[in-house]
């Protein structure tokens, strides 16, 4: 069976991936210049290795990106094979969309408690298709 919970753990990682990428922006810009040499080109060495890092980190950003796509475009297919939109709309909202339980019930206009035994149905639907 499929790791509902994938997707989140992703977005997760890439959250922190981007604060840490925010961090190093935010040291590049407190980098001040060295104006020692006037017009010999060379650069702050610190700077540059800030601004590599940077780069890395967007790319390590970027592949993270696609291995969610990938992953909650396998999550939605394995979804979209139940047959019951309520059952699919519950595991939608909590798997793809990160929504909390309480959220889940306001949107779907149920209890708390109807819209876990909703959740518990679609588990074994999607148990049973996949």
Do not use: F
């Not at 700077?47 to 475009?73: F, G």
């Amino acid at each position: 069976m499929i790791d509902l919970n994938q997707a989140y753990k992703l977005n997760l990682l890439i959250d922190s991936l981007i604060a840490q990428r925010e961090e190093c922006i935010s040291l590049a810009c407190k980098c001040t210049a060295s104006y020692d040499k006037v017009g010999s080109g060379s650069g702050n060495a610190s700077q540059d290795k800030l601004l590599c890092k940077i780069a890395d980190l967007q790319r390590e950003i970027d592949d993270e990106i696609d291995k969610l796509v990938d992953v909650k475009r396998r999550i939605d297919d394995a979804i979209k094979q139940i047959g019951d939109p309520q059952l699919r709309a519950v595991l939608v909202l909590r798997y793809l969309c990160y929504k909390k339980w309480d959220e889940i019930a306001d949107i779907m206009h149920y209890s708390y408690r109807h819209t876990m035994r909703l959740h518990n149905q679609a588990l074994k639907r999607l148990q049973d298709v996949t």
